[in-house]
Every structure is written in C-alpha cells, then in structure tokens.
C-alpha cells in the first residue's frame, strides 16, 4: 500500500499544484476528495485526476477543514491518495428517498458486496437525527459485522455535497468497497462527553431556549448542583453541557446565554427529552488518544485515516489529538457532521467523536516499532473513564434492578388476578366480567360441597389435584356445551363461578345442571401418580343468578345472590337454586340487617337498658330476688329482646351485646342488697372474652352469693361437658346456677342432674295454663316433685292471675314471677 497526499489552499491555483504533483500507482487506487470548494469547481478538479489518473475511484464530501499528516488545514482542498497493491475497490451512489433503510439496501445492493470485502468508506451529505438510527439499522441488518467508517458533510460557505468520481450530490450517500483477503483494519472512536449524574427531563422549552428542568428553573438546578445553591457564572456553564442520549447516540447542548428566566442552548431541545450534565476536559482526550495510540502501535498500520467531529475543534487546542496517531502512521482526514464507527459488532453514528480506521495490506513486518513518548499524562482522563464506567455498571444495575421489580410486579399483578392452586382468573377478574354482564347473560356459582371430608380422609395434596381436575373438567363441558360463551372462575377454595350466554329458560338451565351433576358424582375421581388413593367422589351444588332477572343490581349483588342461592340449595339438600326463587327473603333481609344496624348504634351509643322483674316467696309474698332482663333504646323507643335476639344470635354483636348488659347489671346493682340473675346463653358460654368479663363482675362484688345465671336449657347446647366445667366454676364463686325454661319440650334429665342447679324455673308455656288444662296442671306437678328430688327450688314463671297464683303455691313451687306480682321495670341508679 502506497500513500501521498496533497493540500491546495483557496488562494493557490489546483491546475498548477496538480501538474506539479507526481504520483506512480500500481494497482487500485483510491483518492478521497475534501474540500471547501463549490461543487461546480469540485467537479473541474475531479476531471483533472480522472484525466491524470483514469483508473482510479474518487470520493469525497465537502469539508472547511482537512487532516494532511496530522496537522489540521483550514479552507482548502485535500486529495488523499492511496494505492492499493492486493485489494479491489467497488463503489455506488444511493439518492436519499421517504425510506432510508430502502436507501441503504439499493447502496449495498449496487457496491456489490464479496465475500472477502472487508470494509465499507461511506460519505453522506447529510444524516438527519430522525433517519440516522435507521439506516445505521440497515447496514447491521443487511450487512451484519461488515465494517464501514466515514462521516457527514460539513456546510461551507460554498454549499454541501458528496462527491463521486467527477460528479457531486446533495441529499445522497456514496460508498466505496474494499475486497480483499490481505487488507487488514482495525477502527477506533473516541467520545469524552462523560455523563454525570441523574437523568432529567425536559419539562418546558421553545426551541433552543429551556426554562424548566423536572418542573424546576432550569438556573436553579445549575445553581444547586454546579454552585452548591449559589449562583454560578455563565461561563462555567458552558464547561458542563447538557447531553442526550448514550454512547451510541450522544447529542450535547451548549448552554450559551441567559435569555427570559431560561438557557439558550447551542441546539433546540423538546419537552419531553431526558438529558444529563456532561463534562469534558481537552486533556482526558489527549490521554485517550494516547493510551490508543500506543496500542495501535503494535499493529504497524501503514496509513490512518481519521473523521472527526467538527465540534471538537471548539475544546481541542490545534491538533493535539492528532499527533499521537500521526507518530504511529500516516494520519490524513477530514472534519465532518457525524461519524460512522463500527465497534466490531455493530454501526453506531456517532456525534462529537473522533474516529479513525487505521489499515495495512499483508502481513506486519517481523521488526516491532520502536517505542514513542508523546507528551504529559496525567490521571484525570483515567478517573473519568472509572467514574463513567462506574456510573455505567450503576445505571445496569438500577436497570436489572428495575427489571426484577417490573417482573416481581407482574407477577405479583397475575397472582393477584389468578387463583394459585387451578390456575383460573379469580374473583377479581369475575367481577370485573360482571360489570359487563348482558342481559341474556348468567351467572352460575359451584361449591364443592365434600371438600373438606376429602382434606380431611386423604390429605391437602390429594384436594389440590382434585382441583386441578374438576376444573379441567368444568373447562371441557364449558368448551364442548357453550363453546366461545362462557368463562369459568376460581373465586374461593373448592368454589367456581361461571358465566355464559344462553337464551333457555332457568329451568331449562336447572335441569341440564342437574344431570351434569349427577353423571360427575359418579366420575372416579382417582388423582393420577396417587395408588393408595383408589376412589374419590365428589358432591356438588350450585346457585344461579340471571342479568334480566336483576337488571338494577350491581356487580357485587348479584354475585352475592348466586351465592345465597347455592347456600340455600345446600341447606335444604339439593343439587340448584335459582336467585329468583329466593325474592321473598329480600325482605328478610333488609329487616335483619335493619336489626343488626338498630343493636349495633344501641351498643356503640351505651344506649343498652337493664329491666327488672321481681321474684316472690311462695304464699308470703315477699321480694325474693330480680331477674335482669336486656332491652335497648332506639330514637326514643325501648325494643324488646324477642325482636332483636333471634336475628343477632350467632354473631359478634351478640357477644358484645351480652358483655355490656352485663356491665349495666352489675354497675346498676352493685350498692343494693337485693339478689338478681342475668341470664346466659349457649353462646355466652362459648365465648372466652364474656366469660372472662363475668368472672370479674362476680368478683368485683361484696356479696358474690347475690347473683344467679340463668342457664337456658336447649337444644343448641352441644358441649354440656363444658358447660357444667363453667357452671362449676361460677358455684365456686358464690354464684347460683339457675335452669330456665325447664320443661319446654325439650329437656335432657340426665344432663340437668350433673349440672346440680340451686333454682329450677318452669316453663311459662306450662304454668300459663294451669288454671284451665287439667293435663298442663299435672305435669306441672310432676316436674315440681322432680326438683325437689333434684334438690333444687322451683319457680313458677308466667303468673298472670289470681288462679295461677293459688294453684302454683298448692303444687309446692318455692318462688312466684309473672305480671300478676310485678312486672319488668327499668333499672336506673
């Protein structure tokens, strides 16, 4: 490889310097062509070396500065020759179109790419912003790990053009190829813009002017992180410009002055860019170039040819940078408007850089270069480089950072949506189907109603893949029977839910359930890779619920009224209930939750009331003893408990109800001498916390043997064990265990007797009518002559009348109540 070059300034004639110029080529021969000149005398001097040298392929692009020898020339023209001895050269010209990466292939297409081409000198009139990205994705695409170097036009006073063989264009792109199977290369790009800190985001600008920087004045954020809050001179902005974008792709602005309360940048920014503070300092360049230059050496190229930004001529004292390449070969070049560089994998274009592609034809001779020393070294462009590569693995690790989080985050969504044990959308996803329910639409919720059995008989892990298979299962006759019209859901444990369209009848639909449901209780359900499980059965029942059967109700009702109806058609043991069916019990409803509303503000308000009935000696007549019974007071009315008991019975609001009224009692009857009783439920006896605050109660009085609870005998004791245990413990106090209701209908004599009551009430239903049912009266006898086996006083309740009272006493009753005596009083202090 041969190498020459000329320089012709402005004011000296190319004809003559031209015709002066001796240049002896052998083979294929290259001359690029850079130069301030119009494109008409452009096109002269091209003539003049395809008359001079016939063979040879001219390229060039226009260029007010030039590199000849590392030194850098100003309004010329540059003719870099050379003379390849083993490679081929191919060259093209693509005009620029609407679709730049079609541009790139008909350039690629037309170059005729080898198999040994080894590189591509590509010059461009111009590479907008927009189209850059794309034809650089063209090149990669097209002509993957080919490598291809070059640069833009510059704009000079004479216009902008590229050049190829005698002709110039605008709005083109020419390239030329070297094949060769000697030519080796090695290229290099040098960037030191370095990012500094955050990202920001431009949050208000016109055109070159930004105002405002995340919604903060963009002074105020140079000030804070360049002056520490305090103002900082605008020429020391201009050392910390505003950078856009990554290395691939770097954009600097220049802050220049200060305009409107903004920053008049050297290049327009948009609302919306994300931009960073950069810095550069021209020896960190040097350092680069050096440290570069020294390792280019042991590669002995025999020419350099550099593209290098025209911007760096603004921090880049002469051609500092230059002459450490020019100490390794020959460095000749040009400054361009954005630079091609390949990194070895890919093209990138860049800006503000400094690229070269260093080449030698054949093998590099056995002698090694001799060393060179090329100015001072400092550590300043090493720190930079650690503290750029330090934040570089920091934004990577944010960004894996992030990346984890986004992943935790959707799975967290997709969990959140999606039942874990079948895989189905939940009960979120259902509602929101829900919301769009039409009126031939149905909703149709499906219990497992054995679920717990077969946990219990064969274990969790045998209940789960029962799961797993009867939702499968429900999925098949979903797609077989409503292929395209129905979805099914998971919205609780053993619970599915299902939507679908059907024009056919509620009982239509009932009946269809229920022979799918008799053929799948008799499906084996025998989990697979489970041997010592030979059979599982299954029970189901469900509830539906009709869009035009409640065109009112909202989302949330009508997946409630499916469930209340496969509730109900649990309890009463049937397989399907329609919601429909189940209107009459709205009103039920409403006046039970009308209840539970009216206790509740009794209870949260202290507006619980304690009644007191008297309890008589028998014949004497005199006041034995209170019976507190609860009432409640709302907007001025006192409520009786068999108005509200029954509907709260069960929840919590009973329990606090009962732990208040106890407290009233006893704060109402703690300074009086009279005995009282409270009555206790089967309920009261179950829970720890009343319990608990009974106990204190008891204690907290002088005279424990005062008070009695009433233990109300009934069927829905299911513990006696643990009931006589509590009974027990209260007698230990000094408190009296007290039967009420007892000969009611149901009454378990066995039971009674281990519970060794002190006072056994009978039944009003019975006394009532002593005075006229013959029957009642006699039984009343023999339930009295009982107690006094047992020990126990007894005590007629319901006296309402003379008779009543008179019969009572002959049958031998030790205490009288009823209304005939005393009726219930409030309870005041």
């Known amino acids: 490889m041969l190498t020459a070059s000329l320089f012709i300034p402005l004011d000296q004639s190319p004809d003559q310097r031209l015709a002066d110029f001796s240049f002896s080529a052998q083979g294929s021969l290259l001359i690029q062509l850079f130069s301030c000149e119009s494109p008409s005398q452009v096109e002269c001097l091209a003539q003049q070396l395809k008359r001079k040298f016939p063979q040879a392929t001219i390229i060039g692009f226009s260029s007010g500065q030039v590199i000849e020898q590392g030194d850098i020339h100003h ?86 053009w590229v050049l190829l063989d005698t002709e110039t264009y605008q709005n083109s792109m020419v390239a030329v190829a070297l094949h060769s199977s000697q030519l080796e290369l090695i290229t290099q790009a040098y960037i030191e813009w370095n990012p500094i800190g955050r990202h920001f ?17 963009i002074q105020a954020i140079y000030n804070r992180y360049l002056g520490d809050g305090q103002s900082v001179a605008l020429e020391m902005l201009h050392n910390f410009p505003l950078i856009k974008g990554d290395l691939e792709q770097q954009d600097v602005y220049v802050p220049l002055y200060e305009q409107d309360s903004g920053l008049v940048f050297s290049k327009p920014l948009a609302v919306g860019d994300e931009v960073r503070f950069s810095f550069d300092h021209p020896s960190m360049t040097l350092e680069q170039v050096y440290l570069g230059a020294q390792q280019l050496r042991s590669f002995q190229p025999q020419q ?9 001529l603004d921090f880049i004292e002469d051609n500092q940078e230059l002459l450490p390449l020019q100490a390794v070969a020959e460095t000749h070049g040009s400054y361009c408007m954005g630079e091609l560089w390949h990194d070895g994998q890919l093209l990138r274009s860049m800006s503000h850089s400094l690229t070269y592609i260093a080449l030698r034809e054949g093998a590099k001779p056995a002698a090694e270069p001799e060393p060179f020393s090329f100015g001072h070294h400092d550590v300043i462009a090493p720190l930079f480089s650690l503290i750029r590569n330090s934040l570089s693995d920091l934004d990577e ?132 890779g489970l041997p010592e499980v030979d059979y599982v059965s299954v029970s ?112 919590h609001l009973y329990n606090r109800l009962s732990r208040q009224m106890i407290s009233r009692t006893f704060e109402l009857m703690r300074h ?75 009454s378990n004599i066995d039971e009674i007797v281990k519970l060794e009551p002190q006072v056994i009430k009978l039944d009003g239903s019975l006394i009532r009518n002593i005075d006229q049912d013959v029957k009642q009266r006699r039984i009343a006898q023999q339930l009295v002559k009982l107690c006094q086996v047992l020990n126990a006083k007894t005590v007629a309740e319901f006296v309402h009348n003379q008779d009543v009272c008179r019969i009572s006493e002959e049958m031998g009753v030790d205490f009288l109540q009823g209304f005939y005596l005393g009726a219930p009083d409030r309870l005041k202090k």
Request: glycine share 6%.
């Open 397 to 528: 690790v944010n960004h894996n950072l992030s990346q984890k989080i986004q992943r935790q985050a959707t799975m967290m969504t997709a969990s959140y949506r999606m039942d874990p044990r079948t895989g189905l959308p939940n009960r979120v996803v259902l509602r929101e189907k829900l919301l769009r329910m039409s009126d031939g639409d149905h909703l149709l919720v499906l219990k497992l109603t054995n679920f717990n059995q077969i946990n219990e008989k064969y274990g969790y892990r045998v209940g789960d893949k029962l799961l797993q298979d009867l939702s499968s299962h429900f999925q098949h006759y979903l797609q077989q029977h409503l292929p395209g019209r129905s979805e099914l859901f998971a919205i609780g444990v053993g619970e599915w839910a299902t939507i679908f369209a059907s024009a056919a009848d509620a009982d239509f639909i009932h009946l269809t359930f229920s022979k799918f449901v008799d053929q799948l209780e008799h499906v084996n359900f025998e989990p697979f």
């Open 201 to 217: 985001r431009v949050t208000e600008a016109q055109g070159n002017t930004v105002y405002r920087l995340n919604g903060e004045p």
């Open 304 to 312: 350099i040819w550099v593209y290098n930004c025209i911007s760096r």
């Open 672 to 746: 009086r001498s009279e005995g009282f009783s409270i009555n206790l439920s089967p309920q009261d006896f179950m829970s720890e916390r009343t319990l608990i605050h009974l106990e204190e109660a008891i204690k907290s009085l002088p005279n424990p043997q005062r008070v009695g609870l009433e233990v109300l005998e009934t069927e829905q004791i299911t513990d006696y064990g643990h009931m006589i245990d509590v009974c027990n413990q209260f007698r230990a106090l000094g408190a009296s265990i007290i039967v009420d209701d007892f000969g009611s209908g149901y």
């Open 540 to 651: 189901l029942c469900a509830g539906l619920v009709s869009r035009r059967d409640f065109a009112d109700k909202t989302a949330d009702d009508l997946l409630l009224r499916a469930i209340e109806a496969r509730r109900d058609a649990y309890k009463h043991n049937r397989h399907f209930c329609n919601a429909n069916r189940l209107r009459a019990q709205d009103e039920v409803r409403q006046e039970r939750l009308g209840w539970l509303s009216c206790v509740s503000r009794a209870v949260l308000n202290d507006n619980v009331l304690v009644y007191a009935q008297p309890l008589y000696h028998a014949h004497s007549h005199q006041l034995a003893s209170y019976e507190c019974l609860v009432r409640i007071e709302d907007e001025g009315e006192v409520i009786l408990p068999g108005r509200f008991l029954p509907i709260i019975e069960g929840t």
């Open 75 to 160: 309004q010329g023209t540059l003719l870099l020759f050379t003379d390849f001895h083993s490679t081929r050269l191919s060259c093209a010209l693509t005009r620029y179109s609407d679709n730049p990466s079609g541009d790139t292939q008909v350039l690629l297409e037309r170059i005729a790419i080898e198999a040994d081409t080894c590189a591509i000198l590509c010059f461009a009139a111009y590479l907008e912003m927009g189209q850059r990205s794309e034809r650089v994705r063209a090149f990669n695409h097209l002509a993957p790990g080919l490598t291809v170097a070059g640069g833009a036009a510059s704009e000079t006073e004479r216009g902008r």
